[in-house]
C-alpha cells in the first residue's frame, strides 16, 4: 500500500445521516486526486437526531466501532492528512458535543460539525474540479440541486460564475421522519409528500425562475439508485448518468402508488434505500419543473472529493482557490442585488476598503481571510436598507447574519456581520452582546474591518463617487489620503473627521486629506 511520499496519500471521512463514508485518495503532480478506496457504513445518527434530536448512546457505540475501522485502514495506508466532518445529523443533534468528545477519546478522529455554508464549499470544491469534464459551454446557465439526509442544497451558475446558492431543511430522510405520522392516514400519501416539499421551495421558484436554465445537475438523493433502475427499465447503457425527464416522471408515477416494503421489493433496494426513494425522486421532480432542462446529469461528485481537493490545495499551496474566490464574490453580489443594494456605491466602498487594508498590512498584521471578510462585509453594508433607513446598520447585521455565504463558518459571518454593523456612526462595545461573545482576537479582527470601512463610506456618503482617484501615503504617524474629486466634497471631508479617532485609536496611524 503507502510506499508514496506520507502527504501524498490523504483521506476524508463523512459523518453523515445515513452513512458514514470515507474516501481515500492520492494526490498526483498536478495537486489531481486519484481515488484508492471508498468504505461506506450505515448509521443511524440522522434518524436519531430527527426523530428524537438526540444520538442515541447505541448509536454512539455503533459509530465508534465503525470509525475505529476507519482508522485501522488509514494506519494501513500510513495516512498522515485527514479531514473529518459532521453534516447535518451530528449538526442538529442537542448532545452533538458529548458524541464528539466520545469520538475522540474512542478513536482519535477530530471530527468538525461544519456548517451549511462550509458543506456547500466542500461541494463547490468538488464541482469546480470536475466541471471541465461536463459538456455545458461557459456562457450557459445551470442548475445544481445536491440532496442530503437533512436538506437540500441548491445552486445556480451564470458565465462560468457562481450566481446564487441557497440551502433548505427538506432533506430525504428529515422528510421521511417529519411526515412518518401521515403515511398511515392517507392513501395520497405521494401526493402530501409533494405538497409538503412545495411548501417548503416556493419561496426558490421566482428566484430560480428568473434565469434560462437549460442544464440540471444532480448529486446525491439516492440518485445513483435512481438511475440504476431507469436504466434497467430502458435498457441503457450502464455508463449513462443520465436521467430524462420523461423517465423520472414515469418513474414517480409508478413508486407514488407503492409503500416502502413494495419499492423495495420490486426493486430489489435495502429498507434505508427504500424509504429514501420517495421524497428525493418527488425534490428532484419538483425542482426539474422549475427550468428547462430535458433531464438531470449525475456527475460522480461527493462532499469527500472536495475534501480532498481542499487538503490537496492545503498542502501544495495551490492557486487553484482564486477561482472558489470568485464563485464566493460573485454568491455575495448576488445577496447584495436581492436587498436592493446601491451596486457603484458598494463598488466604491469595496475598491477602497481593500486599499486601505493592504496598505496597512504592516500595521493590522491581518492576512487573506481577514481581506476577504472586509470584502463581504463592504459589498453587504447596506443590505439593511432594505428593511428601513433607520438604524440600517443593525438590520444589515441582522441580514448578513442569517445569511449562508459558501465558504464561511458560523464565526466568520459573525465578523463580517458586526463588521457591516459597525461601518457608521457606532462604534463597537462590550455593551452590543455581538462584540461581547467575540474571542479578544476576533474583536480586534472586528474593530479593524470597521475603522476601514468607516473611512470608505465616508468618502461616499453623497453615493455619487465625487471621488475619482485616490492615492495612499503612510508615514510612521499619518496616512494621507490624496483625492482627485469632481465637484464639491465638504460633506464627506466632515463625514470622515467623525472617522479620524477611532482608526487611528485601532490601527495606529492618523488618517489625513
Known sequence: MATAQAWKIIAAIDLGANYLKMTIGEINKQGEIIILEEVVKPTKIGKDTFSKARISVKTIHETCDDLNGFVRLMKDYKIKFYKAVATSGMREAENKQYVLEQIRLRTGLNVESINVAEEQFYMLKAVRNHVNSIDIKKSEQYLIVNITSGAVETSIYEDGRLK???????????????????????????????????????????????????????????????????????????????????????????????????????????????????????????????????????????????????????????????????DIISSVWYIGEKYQIDKEHATFVEKLSLEIFDHTKNLHKLGERERLYLQVAAILHDVGGFISANNHNFHSYNIIRAQSIVGFSDIAIEIIASAAR?????????????????????????????????????LDISHMQKIKEIKLLETRDNMFFNLRSKGDIILEEWNFSKYVDFFEEVIGVKPII
Not at 479578544?440 to 474593530?447: A, G, L
Open 422 to 458: 459597525y461601518h457608521s456612526e457606532e462604534i463597537p462595545i462590550m455593551a452590543h452582546n455581538n462584540y461581547r461573545v467575540l474571542s479578544d482576537v476576533d474583536k480586534m479582527i472586528v474593530s479593524t474591518l470597521a475603522a476601514i470601512l468607516k473611512l470608505s463610506e465616508a
Open 164 to 326: 446564487f446558492t441557497e440551502h433548505v431543511k427538506i432533506g430525504s430522510l428529515k422528510i421521511r421522519e417529519a411526515l412518518s405520522d401521515l403515511e398511515t392516514k392517507t392513501i395520497e400519501f405521494s401526493e402530501t409528500m409533494q405538497q409538503y416539499i412545495e411548501s417548503k421551495i416556493y419561496t426558490l421558484k421566482p428566484q430560480i425562475k428568473k434565469f434560462e436554465i437549460n442544464h440540471f445537475l444532480g448529486l446525491g438523493g439516492e440518485l445513483n439508485t435512481l438511475c440504476g433502475i431507469i436504466r434497467k427499465k430502458s435498457g441503457a447503457n450502464k455508463k449513462d448518468y443520465y436521467i430524462k425527464k420523461e423517465a423520472l416522471l414515469s418513474l414517480t408515477k409508478e413508486i407514488s402508488n407503492m409503500d416502502n416494503f413494495q419499492i423495495k421489493t420490486t426493486f430489489g433496494l435495502s429498507n434505508k434505500t427504500a424509504e429514501l426513494l420517495l421524497p428525493s425522486i418527488l425534490i428532484f421532480y419538483c425542482f426539474l419543473k422549475m427550468t428547462k432542462a430535458e433531464g438531470i446529469q449525475i456527475p460522480k461528485l461527493s462532499l469527500r472529493q472536495g475534501i480532498l481537493y481542499d487538503l490537496s490545495d492545503e498542502i501544495l499551496n495551490i492557486p487553484r482557490k482564486e477561482e472558489l474566490i470568485h
